[in-house]
């Protein structure tokens, strides 16, 4: 595996990139705390969800039934996760091709063409850039199908969690989920998950898409004396908060570009049609500092 990781390092940052699914494996600020969720499977059969962030592309998240209908066509799916869902895409699961590589920047690509698994074909690309404090995720997606589909970008990352960390990311509504972890409600935001102003996170796990985000959030651990702040493109105006019970100390802060099951909404919940050879891209940027 050591043959497939990109090192990249800055006056404050060290990151590991894998082309491998097109991931980040991990990321340390300079007083060897963990930014991101440190990786542990330093073996050949990691997976995706062992990483530190991993992509969403060609759309974030699950697709209710495994099937929609978009300009008087059926699209379907074949299950790529356990329960039987199609979700996040291809690019969590593909390997990535290194397109250029410096001391802090890596370009990866990858390409998919429909099939009976997926119905989309697209090229995709991502950029991981360090600059001092600053890591720098952009991705972008260009419809290479010869019909008009239905597009959305995320990112998936993890973040360590501690009994200290408080959380903070302003949103306007929530959507609560059905058993199958699909949004089924859009509701206003209980005071438990209001993170308006930092606050702890529940004990109890949580798995829901916060509508009207600001592109802004902060997550603080006073254990770690680190804190990091991360700003969106406008394209990512929605997020995914995946927090499980604290024992399994990480939670994931995920920038979406559309509604979570959007595709089952009347305005496709964000999607952005993409016609042949037309592309959509937005960026997260990670700001980490030392906290007294």
Known sequence: MSDD???????????????????VLDGYHR????????FAAENEAFGPTDTACFPMVPFSNRVGG?????????????????????????????DWTVKEQTDISAALEMQHVGDTGSPYTY?????????????????????RGGDAM???????PYFPR?????????????WTEDEYHVPDRNEPLPETVDFSTPRLLPDHGLNHCFEGWDCRARLVWPELGLRVTIDADPVFSRYMLFSPPPD??????????????????????????LAQGETMAA???????EIP
């Open 5 to 23: 990781i990109i090192f990249l390092e800055s006056t404050d940052l060290r990151v590991r990139v894998s082309p491998r699914f097109g991931v």
């Open 31 to 38: 007083n060897r705390q963990p930014f991101m969720r440190p």
């Open 66 to 94: 495994n099937t929609f209908d978009y300009e008087g066509r059926t699209y379907s799916f074949e299950p790529n996760d356990t329960p039987p869902f199609y979700i996040h895409g291809e690019g969590w699961k593909s």
């Open 123 to 143: 090229r995709a690309a991502q950029r991981f850039t360090l600059d001092q404090n600053c890591l720098t995720i952009s991705i972008e997606v260009e419809n």
């Open 150 to 156: 239905p597009f959305g970008l995320g990112l998936h």
């Open 162 to 174: 501690t009994p200290g960390m408080t959380l903070q990311a302003f949103a306007q509504s929530w």
């Open 248 to 273: 399994f100390e990480f939670v994931c802060f995920e920038p979406m570009s559309h509604t979570a099951n959007g595709f089952h909404h009347a305005d496709f919940g964000g999607l952005r049609r």
């Open 283 to 289: 960026r997260m940027r990670l700001r980490v500092d």
